[in-house]
Each structure stands twice: as C-alpha cells, then as structure tokens.
C-alpha cells in the first residue's frame, strides 16, 4: 500500500507525508481550499500555485505553504509527487504518487465538465485510484451548467421585471464564484456577500474574469431596494436579518444536492439548481476508466454503491473509510 487511510488522514509511507490530513502533521499535501481538506496547524504545507492564496486564507498567513504548478514533480523521500488539475474549484488538484514504479492518484474533489472558474480535470494514468464518491448513484445526472446558468438567468429576468430581488445561496468558495462568472450582467446589479468577495481575490490572481458587483452592506442593499438585484451568497446570510432590507425576493439554491426533490433543501426555496462541483454518475466512472487502473478506492459519500458497482466491472475496488 503506497498510501493507506490511518486516522489523521491518507498516509504515504514511503514518502512520509499525508494527503488532506485532520490532525496536525509534519508534512501535509493539500488539495484544495474547502475547510474539510485544509485545515491549520501542519507544520509544512505543499499545494497548488493557483490555489495557494485560497489555502493560506483557510490555514493561516503565517503557514509554510510549498506550491508547485502543475504537472511539476518534486521528490519526496525518494517519492516522485506531482499535482495535476482537479476540475473542481481553483487550484484544486490530484495528488500523483510514484515509487518504485508503481503510481498511484489520489483525486480530492474533482469535476470532469471544465467551467471557467478553474482549471480543466485531467485524467492522469496510474495502477491505483483513490477516488471521491460524493454523487456515486446512478440517479444523480447532471445537466449540461449552460443549461442551468440559462435557467438561472431566465428566473432572474423574470423577478427582476417584477421589481423583486433574485437570491442565491451557494458555499462561498468554489461555488459562489461559478455562479457568478455565469450571472448575466445585463439583467441587473449583482450583489454579492463579503466572504464571497474575499475568495475572489484569489479568483482574480489567476485572471479569472467576473462580472461587476457589490459587496452587501445596509446601505447597498438599501439603495438596490426594489431595483431587481441578483445576490449571491452563502446561506449563513438569512440569520443576519440583512436580507429584510431588500425588498420583495424569491430564494434559490444551487447544489448537485437540489435533484433530491424530497430533500428539506429543495422544499425550502423557491427553486432549486442541480449545479455541482462534483462529478455525476457518469462523470465518475468515466474519469476511473481514462485513468487505466486497475485498482480502486473509494472514500466520501456513496462509497458502497461505487464499490459494489466496480467489483461487478472487473475493478478490483475497495472501500476507503
Ligand atoms: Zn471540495
Ligand atoms: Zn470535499
């Protein structure tokens, strides 16, 4: 086992570092900036060059963070590590492993459709894949993002001819910044929450192009009353009470979780979009299989369901706890 799951997080013996680690360690590769997968305390850090402000936010401006671009290898410990694009929000990466010959990926987060807030997934070959399994049922099917941003922006138009606001909640990294990039400027102003704003600096570091927008405070807020704003984010907002001063609005969620129709989420809010940053079904298995291993570990979400599908696809394939 090149790298193992123990409880500070996946292990890599040979090379003595921990991939995503829980608990504070020497040496820590990061994938990407969700707080699940960055977390203080390491005593040295090695991620992405792109996604190295958004990780620094997360761990600390004081952290010893290594980047490397990517495609570029480093040895560790007679371990040959490299960092390849993940698809999922900025700088996210797959971590590859190689010793003695044999390679292993250990893919984070990851989305095979490419989407202009980050850099494009790319398969890369090995004989073991760990991968994520967030969306791993048949039933979760996503629609092309063109699509959803299109409904996006029809839902806006329309409450904005109404003279009603257009709230969207989406995490504040990651998925904030896709819908914005997809909002269409000329329907309205576009106002966003600060810790929306604050992740979009990295953005821009990367030239990653957004449309203009302000940042919410009362007195914004006041003045867009009435004028058919979009506002973008995180749903923590509602508990500020802030939202009061806007007028009439209608609410929307956009989450790979909003095809569930039962789900308390999708009852909540006046419409639902199914936009993830997470491959689908499909999206999934066709990432393991441009990756030509043969071996496969799944870990977070429906690990079962991969599993039990894969084995009966010839994978030799592995639940990772
Ligand atoms: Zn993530
Ligand atoms: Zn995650």
């Known amino acids: 086992m090149l790298i193992e799951q123990t409880y500070r997080g996946l292990y890599c013996g040979a090379g ?68 390849h694009p993940a698809g999922h929000i900025l700088g996210s990466a797959q971590v590859r492993v190689e010793h003695k010959g044999e390679v292993w990926v250990a893919s984070g987060d990851y989305k095979t459709e490419p989407d202009q807030t980050c850099e494009t997934f790319e398969p890369v070959r090995c004989n073991t894949f760990i991968t994520e399994s967030t969306f791993a049922q048949p039933k979760y099917k996503w629609r092309p ?92 907002i509602r508990k500020t009470g802030i939202l009061d001063l806007i007028g009439e609005y209608e609410t929307g969620f956009a989450s790979g979780w909003m095809l569930n129709k039962s789900s308390m989420r999708s009852m909540i809010y006046d419409a639902g979009f199914a936009l993830s940053d997470h491959c689908d079904w499909n999206g999934l298995l066709g990432a393991i299989k441009q990756t030509e291993a043969t071996r496969i570990f799944s870990m977070h979400g429906f690990t079962e369901t991969l599993t039990t599908y894969l084995k009966s696809q010839g994978y030799d394939a592995h639940e990772m706890r």
């Open 16 to 83: 003595d570092f921990y991939i995503d680690p829980h608990l504070a360690v020497e040496r820590a590769i990061v994938t990407h900036g969700h707080s699940d997968h960055a977390r203080g305390g390491m005593k040295s850090y090695l991620t992405s060059r792109s996604g190295e402000p958004i990780v620094r936010r997360r761990v600390g401006v004081r952290a010893s963070i290594e980047t490397l671009d990517f495609g570029e290898k480093i040895d560790i410990n007679g371990v040959t590590v490299s960092l």
């Open 145 to 236: 993002q063109s699509e959803i941003f299109a409904r996006i922006n029809d839902w806006w138009q329309l409450n904005a001819m109404w003279g009603r606001a257009t709230v969207l909640f989406g995490y504040s990294l990651g998925k904030a910044q896709r819908l914005l990039a997809g909002a269409d400027p000329s329907i309205g102003p576009i106002l966003v929450y600060h810790t929306v704003d604050s992740f979009c600096a990295a953005y821009r570091l990367s030239n990653i192009q957004f449309p203009d927008y302000h940042i919410i405070d009362e007195t914004t807020i006041a003045h867009y009353r009435g004028k058919g704003a979009l506002i973008i984010a995180p749903s923590e």
